[in-house]
């Protein structure tokens, strides 16, 4: 990981963090109580600071070779929790109608005569209107247009391939088309359909592994889709770019605002807890973040965990844990301990005297 913050900043805040934990832990009275309670939160506070000021700046950077700006697109298109299906249904909207209008043509003899075009023009005309639409209303140069759409058609139609992530197919980008991705995800849907039936007809009814395997599939399945969805949008806007366009700025996705506010909130979290300022709001805000992941990616036996979980947690994940040490923390005074909540505390006090 690359660290917003050089390296010696986070070095010497490190050591300050451990310097001020043994002064605060020895003007307690030696007390191993407070030192390991303040050692929490500060344990805790870095965490979430780090972790957000990654996200933030990963949007700094931008898209590199490198680096990929947070999204959290594909966490909740693959989540199994109730929270995951609420964000699904008001923030992501619905990546299948996305590929119909760009990627489907509206007859399906188009396929067929594609095959026997030789010239871009011919393979312009078989452009899906949605996609046709699009490239016309950012591109003025007609020739440019032709251009334009007959590389989208020969992408459409498997004439043309680029590299995709296609996860279960390869460990890496592999060249595929768009005819070749929607054959795969034919494949994922009649899996799921299968599985589906099975249980609709009582097969393997009660079994962790069968219900496990369906939402496994479903999840994958939309998880495929949304990739598939958004590589299409994005090879539009590219090749608009190549001719000179400009496409239209569309409109912020709502699960866009989700992840800004997800990434400044943590960060303001985190400080928040490092520097003992509003530490017992900070540490219920903290839980809050914390029950809704949990509520996103529930690990339930019947449920497939998510990717990159460590271990195999049962009903408790490390979400809970921390959650509960967070709401330890909040009912004891650390932020008086160590922190700002102690100056507050006597100017207010400083204050309250001078108004008697």
């Known amino acids: 990981m690359i660290s917003p913050i050089p390296m010696e900043v986070v070095y010497t805040g490190l050591a300050g963090s451990l310097l001020a934990l043994i002064v605060a832990a020895a003007t307690n009275g030696c007390s191993l109580r407070v030192f390991f309670l303040l050692a929490l939160r500060l344990a805790i506070g870095w965490h979430f600071l780090f972790e957000g000021l990654h996200k933030i700046h990963s949007h700094i950077v931008g898209p590199t070779e490198w680096n990929r700006p947070f999204s959290s697109e594909l966490y909740f298109a693959s989540a199994q ?10 923030q992501l909207g619905d990546p299948q109608a996305v590929i119909t209008a760009l990627l489907t043509p509206s007859d399906p003899a188009v396929i067929e005569q594609f095959r026997n075009t030789t010239t871009p023009s011919e393979q312009a005309e078989a452009v899906p209107p949605a996609a046709a639409a699009f490239l016309e209303s950012a591109i003025l ?52 359909e299968q599985l589906e039936d099975r249980q609709r007809q009582g097969l393997g009814n009660g079994l962790g592994f069968d219900q496990k395997r369906l939402a496994t599939a479903r999840a994958e399945l939309r998880a495929a889709e949304s990739r598939l969805a958004a590589d299409a949008e994005a090879f539009l806007a590219e ?21 800004q506010i997800t990434m400044y909130a943590i960060t303001g979290i985190g400080a928040c807890l490092l520097f003992g300022l509003f530490t017992p709001l900070a540490c219920l805000a903290g839980a809050g973040f914390l029950i809704l992941t949990y509520l996103t ?37 650390t932020g008086r301990w160590l922190g700002l909540d102690a100056w507050l505390g006597l100017a207010g006090r400083l204050l309250s005297g001078r108004s008697k």
Not at 81 to 90: A, D, L, M, S, W
Not at 239 to 250: F, K, N
Not at 305 to 322: A, D, H, R
């Open 239 to 259: 090749l608009i770019l190549a001719a000179g366009g400009q496409p239209t700025p569309a409109a912020p996705k709502p699960i866009e605002r989700l992840d």
């Open 141 to 192: 140069d007609p020739a440019k247009q032709v251009e334009a759409k007959a590389a989208f058609a020969r992408w459409v139609f498997g004439t043309d391939r680029r590299d995709a992530d296609v996860p279960y197919v390869s460990s890496g980008d592999v060249p595929q088309s768009a005819a070749d991705r929607l054959r795969h995800l034919a494949l994922m849907r009649n899996q799921v």
């Open 81 to 90: 929790g109730p929270f995951g299906e609420y964000v699904r249904k008001t």
């Open 297 to 333: 990616h529930p690990p339930f036996p019947w449920y497939p965990l998510p990717p990159n979980t460590e271990g195999n947690p049962l009903f408790i994940n490390k979400n809970v844990i921390e959650c509960l040490a967070l709401l330890t923390i909040a009912v004891h005074p």
